[in-house]
């Protein structure tokens, strides 16, 4: 729930609104991106010792990248603090937690800033370790972010730069396993979430605070060209999403059978299509949520397909 009352001073409590301030449930449901990436390459499970080193990095990176986004953001904020824009978090899923912590004066930009260079710190030595282009691609990702909130008031096409934020740590993953993997497959997979992210996230997101958005003066796509016009956006980029996410898997090292591919499209239709096209006949405010929620599980749903097909790959052996 979105509870701004919660007193602070408890452990638990603290640690609460630290989790709040990096989107934390969202965060741990974003690293399946990485894993399906890593996997849907490799064709096999990594070792153990790369598996938790990725994990612990993936963590660390998404904590402090959506931490970095409140700090950017916070000046915006506590504007929209001031204003009275809250949404209610138990139908939203970047807002399970309590929502702009920092904002709310919950937590100081201090310790904001502190939370997000230590996770920041331990993702730069994890990444290292998995290969130093992953510090490269992560540290590209922390300023295409901050580019991202530094736009807000300056250009609807910031958009474009969010689709380039959620590819980074998918890309990153790759080049954990292997140094030297397929362009044609880091391109496919650089374009499948490039467009999921634009018409199935950041878009829908945004339409969510077009009111504020609108009183505040920012440029956002919802803003820059209605309802109508957003709508129209992100259907094309979901179905080209759809579209290139199934064909990705011909790039894969390992040949994917017909019901798996089945199974990852049948879950396609259900949190992207379906969803999208919902939208698209009510352009309702609920229906652009309701598609934000579920298709940040699409990525976890391609993970479990692939994970199925290693498993009985292994089985066979």
């Given at each position: 729930m979105n509870d701004t009352t919660v007193d602070p001073q408890t452990p638990p409590a603290r640690l609460k609104l630290f989790l709040a301030l990096s989107r934390t449930p969202h965060g741990l449901l974003d690293m399946a991106t990485p894993a399906m990436a890593a996997l849907l390459w490799l064709g096999v499970f990594p070792p153990p010792t790369i598996v938790f080193l990725g994990l612990v990095t993936a963590f660390a990176g998404y904590t402090a990248v959506y931490a970095l986004n409140d700090l950017i953001d916070y000046?915006?904020?506590?504007?929209?603090?001031?204003?009275?824009?809250?949404r209610a978090g138990e139908n939203y899923l970047d807002d399970v937690l309590i929502r702009h912590p920092m904002a709310h004066g919950l937590l100081s930009f201090r310790q904001g800033l502190f939370w997000t260079l230590g996770w920041g710190v331990v993702a730069v030595v994890g990444a290292f370790l998995l290969n130093p282009?992953?510090?490269?691609?992560?540290?590209?990702?922390?300023?295409?972010?901050?580019?991202?909130?530094?736009?807000?008031?300056?250009?609807?096409?910031?958009?474009?730069?969010?689709?380039?934020?959620?590819?980074?740590?998918?890309?990153?993953?790759?080049?954990?396993?292997?140094a030297a993997p397929d362009p044609v497959f880091l391109l496919f997979l650089f374009s499948w979430l490039f467009f999921w992210e634009i018409g199935a996230q950041n878009i829908p997101h945004d339409w969510a605070d077009i009111k504020e958005d609108r009183r505040l003066h920012s440029r956002t796509i919802p803003v820059r060209f209605g309802p109508e016009g957003a709508t129209h956006i992100i259907l094309v980029s979901v179905i080209t999403a759809y579209i290139i996410s199934i064909s990705t898997f011909y790039f894969a090292k390992t040949a994917y059978e017909l019901p798996f591919i089945l199974a990852v499209g049948c879950g396609g239709v259900f949190l992207l299509l379906g969803p999208a096209a919902a939208l698209y006949k009510a352009k309702h405010r609920q229906n652009a949520m309701a598609l934000f929620n579920k298709a940040s599980y699409y990525p976890l749903i391609v993970l479990a397909a692939v994970m199925l097909k290693l498993i009985f790959s292994y089985l066979r052996q």
């Open positions: 000046r915006v904020d506590k504007e929209r603090v001031r204003l009275g824009y809250l282009v992953c510090v490269v691609i992560f540290l590209c990702g922390c300023l295409l972010e901050v580019a991202y909130c530094l736009l807000l008031k300056v250009s609807h096409l910031r958009t474009v730069v969010s689709g380039g934020v959620k590819t980074t740590g998918a890309i990153a993953a790759v080049f954990a396993v292997d």
